[in-house]
């Protein structure tokens, strides 16, 4: 038996007040799980049209199911282990703007649509240079957003009442000024009238926001104990964390119109995003990076091996409260709270997310994550950040392409990785390691800077390199945290 509303119970809305650009298993599994929320609570009275913003999609499936599917959450929480589902039936249709068009840009005529909610990837935000407003639709998103703009704005002829509030989930740094920045530069593309400009600016609410949840996606197992439980199959069953956090930067009508607080969701609305948005990418992001290197070489090819083995879970957690959450901008206590949140979303059991999936362009994220945390902590303690420091050190050493005799799939730059490859094959003396230090250190068209000037620096990681080449990377932990051998059994 398929999932349908005739044989799930769900919670009927008739309103359509939300335009969905995405009908992927991220913002199934944490925008319309949200949405589901507001509604069973009696908040919010929500009813979303789902449209593929790409040529390809989940429109059609949803349509098979009535809009319905599940969200099961699967993790640690507080401690406890979290195996739940629900039915999710906020959706209400699925649109194909490339096959159903007049179908997709007639939603511009609803006059109690109110929200444009998307996911469309990083790369979805961005200008493309051969949209054209007669295109039905744009290839682009921002281009397809104009379009429907100008619609609306045509249809309900300049009435300001009928602006929209843009909630976009895609992650990228002040998404929603980028996005109101493009569809203002289409407009003036496409030669549209001034006064448009001015609707687009003055009656619509372009939201940043910041989004996390892990949502791996569909698992053929849960589907199938779904089925045997519950009776019914679905094919498009989401598995995510129970963890989510959606922090949303905007004015104060926003938050009474989206009544997440109210339903007590972990959804939080602020004047600034910036602080928030720090503390996910130094704590979240940069624990990952840091992490990768050292535990990979240990021997980990998952996070949840990395956390969950004594020397390197001591490493984690010293990092995230000693170097990383001393230096934030937001408070000790939310930090503290955030960073407990990410270390119990590490060890959960149920998703496999792999060190070498983690392990991409390291050097450059460890430049945006890691690289700003070290700065600021040499700023305001006038030393170098030891566990930081190592990391760095074992960054290199990872680049050295060899665990063990195992070779490590790189995946870099390739001028990077030659570098690394070429300074390797140098380093067969202690001046050889000095030598790779001081130029890695050095590469300023990299860094933004010369590190090697950084006091200390060269030291710290040619110190980490040695230990690690020498006697492992177990040991060199050991002696980091002067640990003795016998931790494990002390810990019984």
Same mark, same amino acid.
């Given at each position: 038996?398929?999932?349908s509303?005739g @044989?799930?119970?769900?919670h009927?809305?008739?309103?359509? @007040? *939300?335009?969905?650009?995405?009908?992927?298993?991220?913002?199934?599994?944490f925008v319309?799980?949200?949405?589901?929320?507001?509604?069973e609570?009696?908040?919010?009275?929500?009813?979303?049209?789902?449209?593929?913003?790409?040529?390809?999609?989940n429109?059609?499936?949803?349509?098979?199911?009535?809009g319905?599917?599940?969200?099961?959450?699967?993790?640690?929480q507080?401690?406890?282990?979290?195996?739940?589902? #629900?039915?999710? #039936?906020c959706?209400q249709?699925? *649109?194909h703007?490339?096959?159903?068009?007049?179908?997709?840009i007639k939603i511009?005529e609803?006059?109690?649509?109110?929200?444009?909610?998307?996911?469309?990837?990083e790369?979805?935000?961005?200008?493309?240079e051969e949209d054209?407003?007669?295109?039905?639709?744009?290839? #682009?998103?921002?281009?397809?957003?104009?379009a429907?703009?100008y619609?609306r704005?045509?249809?309900?002829?300049?009435d300001?009442?009928?602006?929209?509030?843009?909630l976009?989930?895609e992650?990228l740094?002040?998404?929603g000024?980028k !996005?109101?920045?493009?569809?203002?530069?289409?407009?003036?593309?496409?030669d549209?009238e001034?006064?448009?400009?001015?609707w687009?600016?003055?009656?619509?609410?372009?939201?940043?926001?910041l989004v996390?949840?892990?949502v791996?996606? +569909?698992?053929?197992?849960?589907?199938?104990r779904i089925?045997?439980?519950?009776? +019914?199959k679905?094919?498009?069953?989401v598995?995510?964390e129970?963890?989510?956090q959606?922090?949303?930067?905007a004015?104060?009508?926003?938050?009474e119109?989206?009544?997440?607080?109210?339903?007590m969701?972990n959804? $939080?609305? *602020?004047?600034?995003?910036t602080?928030?948005?720090?503390q996910?990418?130094?704590?979240l992001?940069g624990l990952?990076?840091?992490?990768?290197? /050292?535990?990979? !070489?240990?021997g980990c090819?998952?996070v949840?091996?990395?956390?969950c083995?004594?020397?390197?879970? /001591?490493? /984690?957690?010293a990092l995230?409260?000693?170097?990383? /959450?001393?230096? =934030?901008s937001?408070?000790?206590?939310?930090?503290?709270a955030f960073?407990?949140? *990410?270390?119990?979303?590490?060890?959960?059991?149920f998703?496999?997310?792999?060190?070498?999936?983690?392990?991409?362009?390291s050097?450059?994220?460890? $430049?945006a994550?890691?690289l700003p945390?070290?700065?600021e902590?040499?700023?305001? +303690?006038?030393?170098?950040?030891k =566990?930081?420091?190592?990391s760095?050190g074992?960054?290199?050493?990872?680049? $050295?392409?060899?665990?063990?005799?195992e070779?490590?799939?790189l995946?870099?730059?390739?001028?990077l990785i030659?570098l690394?490859?070429s300074?390797?094959?140098k380093?067969n003396?202690?001046?050889?390691?000095?030598? =790779?230090?001081s130029?890695?250190?050095?590469?300023?068209?990299?860094?933004?800077?010369?590190l090697?000037?950084?006091p200390?620096l060269a030291?710290?990681?040619? #110190?980490?390199? =040695?230990?690690?080449?020498e006697?492992?990377?177990?040991?060199a932990?050991?002696?980091?945290?002067?640990l003795?051998t016998?931790y494990k059994?002390?810990?019984?």
């Open positions: 038996m398929k999932l509303r @044989n799930a119970e769900s009927s809305v008739q309103v359509e @007040n *939300v335009l969905q650009f995405g009908e992927g298993v991220f913002l199934r599994g319309d799980w949200q949405i589901q929320k507001m509604n609570n009696g908040h919010f009275n929500g009813s979303v049209v789902a449209v593929n913003p790409r040529r390809t999609g429109a059609p499936k949803l349509n098979e199911q009535d319905l599917f599940t969200v099961s959450l699967q993790g640690l507080h401690g406890e282990i979290v195996k739940t589902s #629900s039915v999710v #039936s959706v249709r699925g *649109v703007p490339y096959k159903q068009y007049d179908e997709y511009a609803n006059e109690n649509l109110r929200f444009i909610i998307s996911n469309t990837t790369a979805g935000i961005a200008f493309r054209k407003l007669e295109d039905q639709p744009q290839e #682009s998103f921002p281009g397809k957003v104009a429907f703009l619609h704005y045509q249809f309900f002829k300049g300001e009442t009928k602006g929209l509030i843009f976009p989930c992650l740094d002040q998404n000024e !996005l109101k920045a493009y569809v203002l530069r289409y407009a003036e593309k496409w549209l001034k006064e448009f400009s001015t687009v600016q003055c009656a619509n609410t372009f939201c940043s926001t996390d949840r892990i791996p996606g +569909y698992s053929e197992e849960e589907a199938g089925q045997e439980e519950e009776g +019914y679905d094919r498009l069953l598995v995510a129970p963890f989510y959606w922090v949303i930067e004015p104060s009508f926003v938050r119109e989206f009544p997440a607080e109210k339903a969701l959804v $939080k609305f *602020v004047d600034d995003i602080p928030y948005a720090l996910k990418v130094r704590i992001n990952h990076t840091a992490m990768m290197p /050292i535990a990979y !070489l240990a090819n998952t949840r091996e990395a956390i083995s004594p020397h390197i879970g /001591i490493f /984690i957690r995230a409260y000693d170097e990383i /959450i001393p230096v =934030l937001v408070s000790k206590e939310e930090a503290s960073a407990e949140a *990410v270390l119990e979303r590490f060890q959960n059991p998703i496999r997310h792999d060190l070498l999936s983690i392990s991409l362009n050097l450059t994220k460890f $430049k994550r890691n945390t070290l700065r902590y040499v700023e305001k +303690y006038r030393k170098v950040p =566990l930081l420091s190592f760095l074992a960054l290199f050493v990872f680049y $050295k392409g060899k665990r063990g005799e070779k490590i799939p995946s870099d730059q390739e001028e030659e690394f490859q300074l390797w094959e380093s003396s202690e001046k050889g390691i000095q030598h =790779l230090v130029t890695a250190l050095s590469l300023e068209e990299h860094w933004g800077e010369d090697s000037k950084i200390g030291n710290a990681v040619e #110190s980490a390199i =040695l230990q690690i080449e006697a492992g990377m177990e040991n932990l050991k002696k980091l945290f002067h003795s016998t059994e002390s810990r019984k």
